[in-house]
């Protein structure tokens, strides 16, 4: 957009805006009290609502235009970001695949840590109540 129309486009918005405080200003002198007044509000409203029309017409393809704009730019990041999104996947598969295969061992080397101290605390139990009882062994040996 050329500096012109820039200029152009803030000139327009400042009308609108001087016009809208008038509106807002003329609408909450009037008043009704008989027929007459109110075809002077409804002519007001008529002419409210072609000044609405006319700031919507005025932005309508200045609103399309930054859509479009909005549209291409949007399209043109996801498809420059297709790469590195691509190269962060595969980055967290290998980085998770090694994190599940080091829960695995842990839990491995934890059944295994578990199982010899079951193994040892039944050969100290055994051991155990054979020395606090040594008629026992002596009557089952025979």
Do not use: Y
């Not at 193994?119 to 054979?130: E, I, Q």
């Amino acid at each position: 957009m050329s500096k012109d129309e820039q200029q152009s486009l803030m000139i327009t918005e400042k009308e609108f805006l001087t016009k809208a405080s008038s509106l807002v200003e003329a609408a909450q002198q009037i008043t009704v009290a008989s027929q007459e007044d109110f075809e002077v509000a409804a002519d007001f409203g008529k002419g409210v609502s072609r000044f609405i029309k006319n700031v919507e017409a005025f932005f309508a393809p200045l609103k399309k235009a930054a859509k479009a704009a909005h549209a291409a730019l949007c399209d043109r990041e996801k498809e420059i970001l297709k790469v590195p999104l691509e190269a962060d996947a595969i980055v967290k598969r290998t980085a998770n695949a090694w994190k599940a295969e080091q829960k695995r061992k842990d839990e491995e080397a934890l059944r295994i840590e578990r199982e010899r101290l079951r193994v040892d605390t039944r050969s100290l139990a055994g051991r155990s109540f054979t020395q606090a009882n040594p008629t026992r062994q002596s009557t089952t040996g025979r």
